[in-house]
């Protein structure tokens, strides 16, 4: 091979020509604009920038090194959506977001995660990164097929109420994920069933037929077992009042002191169920009776907390009574 023809290989990479300059930096900033400002080598690679311009950038201070395979093209702080797909690149063949952190690249609000949790094949190499938290699985959840790799929503969701830190926070992942509609009920509920082993199992099992079937979950809590423990009467469940556009069932009534308790499943919180669910509080209240709402998450996370307001409520509207 003569001098030229050497010159001519060298210029390029994998049947592309090198860029350089401005029209280099320019396709890496397009690049990166899909991945919060960072970009793979190999992406960079793909498109005619080697090993010695991404070095050569970096010398000149206008790109850094963000890991072994990510390179920040837009400054040195990396963002939450260039993070999650620099804890992808990093930590090894086969990664894919999982977790809370998953649920955030779905779109998830209302809660920060303070590390990122990934998941990868057990026997696949793996490498421990600053601010992720990996997960060495046996068998690795299917990916979504776009975006940033990820597990599908409501494996996601399971797996972020078994790595909580608390049963608090479980519930509130399990619970957010269908509010704000990142998966259905159904979909959870099917994904449930095919776990078979699960820390938190009672808990997470408990709180799911909570979310996705809030009458047969309210079966199995015994509400009137619980009222029970704190030495009130036993309600009437399932009531039947008449209101203004027909007939209205309640959850459960003390009808002696005019108290109805209302427990509210998690699909209480979807569509228009809060604006039924006021009305019917408020015809209640206009009948003349008390209504103490309690979600039944609330049951499962602090019941000594809410059976003493029912507790409360009642003695007061006793006491009124034989005044």
């Given at each position: 091979m003569d001098a030229a023809a050497g010159a001519a290989v060298e210029r390029t990479i994998v049947g592309r020509p090198l860029l350089y300059g401005v029209q280099r930096r320019t396709i890496a900033r397009e690049l990166a604009a899909e991945h919060g400002g960072v970009v793979h080598r190999r992406t960079l690679a793909q498109h005619g920038i080697d090993r010695h311009g991404i070095r050569h950038e970096m010398e000149a201070g206008r790109w850094f090194r963000a890991g072994r395979h990510t390179v920040a093209v837009t400054g040195p702080d990396l963002g939450p959506e260039a993070l999650l797909w620099r804890?992808?690149?990093?930590s090894g063949s086969?990664?894919?977001?999982?977790?809370?952190?998953?649920?955030?690249?779905d779109g998830l609000t209302g809660f920060t995660h303070a590390l990122i949790d990934v998941s990868l094949?057990?026997?696949?190499?793996?490498?421990?990164?600053e601010g992720v938290r990996l997960?060495?699985?046996?068998?690795?959840?299917?990916?979504?097929?776009?975006g940033i790799p990820r597990v599908a929503t409501e494996v996601a969701a399971i797996h972020a109420g078994q790595w909580a830190v608390s049963n608090r926070q479980a519930a509130l992942l399990i619970c957010l994920s269908v509010q704000q509609r990142l998966t259905s009920p159904?979909?959870?509920?099917?994904?449930?069933?095919?776990?078979t082993r699960s820390p938190r199992r009672a808990f997470l099992g408990a709180v799911i037929g909570d979310v996705t079937d809030g009458a047969h979950s309210l079966g199995e809590l015994d509400f009137t077992r619980m009222?029970?423990?704190?030495?009130?009467p036993e309600p009437t469940r399932q009531v039947v009042r008449e209101g203004p556009?027909?007939?209205?069932?309640?959850?459960?009534?003390?009808?002696?002191?005019?108290?109805?308790?209302?427990?509210?499943?998690?699909?209480h919180a979807l569509a228009l169920n809060p604006i039924d669910d006021a009305l019917?509080?408020?015809d209640r209240v206009v009948a003349g009776e008390r209504v103490i709402r309690i979600p039944v998450i609330g049951l499962r996370l602090t019941p000594n907390e809410f059976l003493a307001q029912v507790r409360q409520m009642y003695d007061v509207l006793a006491r009124n009574q034989i005044r």
């Open positions: 804890a992808v690149w990093e086969g990664a894919r977001l999982d977790g809370a952190s998953a649920l955030i690249a094949a057990a026997d696949n190499r793996h490498h421990p990164v997960h060495r699985v046996a068998v690795p959840s299917p990916n979504v097929r776009a159904a979909r959870l509920g099917l994904a449930w069933r095919g776990v009222v029970r423990a704190v030495g009130l556009k027909g007939r209205v069932y309640l959850d459960v009534s003390w009808d002696d002191v005019g108290l109805v308790v209302e427990i509210d499943g998690g699909h019917r509080q408020n």
